[in-house]
């Protein structure tokens, strides 16, 4: 069993940084692909970046040059650097692992503001 739990999250102004965690338990994240999803209010979750278990990364196309995916495996926790934060960018962020055998976990989430 595997359990996440995201930490970080936060009210901040606009062009201002965060930096999400989200620690795993369990011994399978070093192998296993990590994402950060945003759900904002109204809308569906959304994927923003996601590594896989080789360090290989991804980005939507607004988080690309402001966001930064990062992993530690001894420390079994992948990392969001969020920076020039905007408005839009507010929503609950949601940290998911998928194993090899394609099994999906997800956190409980943690919110972020930004105003304007």
């Known amino acids: 069993q595997v359990r996440l739990v995201e930490s970080g999250g936060g009210l901040v102004q606009a062009g201002g940084s965060l930096r999400l965690s989200c620690a795993a338990s369990g011994s399978v994240f070093s192998i296993s692909a990590m994402g950060w999803y945003r759900q904002a209010p109204g809308k569906e979750r959304e994927l923003v970046a996601r590594?896989?278990?080789?360090?290989?990364?991804n980005y939507e196309d607004s988080a690309k040059g402001r966001f930064t995916i990062s992993r530690d495996n001894p420390k079994n926790t992948v990392y969001l650097q969020m920076t020039g934060l905007k408005p839009e960018d507010t929503g609950v962020y949601y940290c998911?692992?998928?194993?090899?055998?394609?099994?999906?976990?997800w956190g409980q989430g943690t919110q972020v503001t930004v105003s304007s």
């Open positions: 998911k692992l998928t194993s090899r055998t394609l099994t999906v976990y």
């Open positions: 590594i896989s278990s080789g360090g290989s990364t």
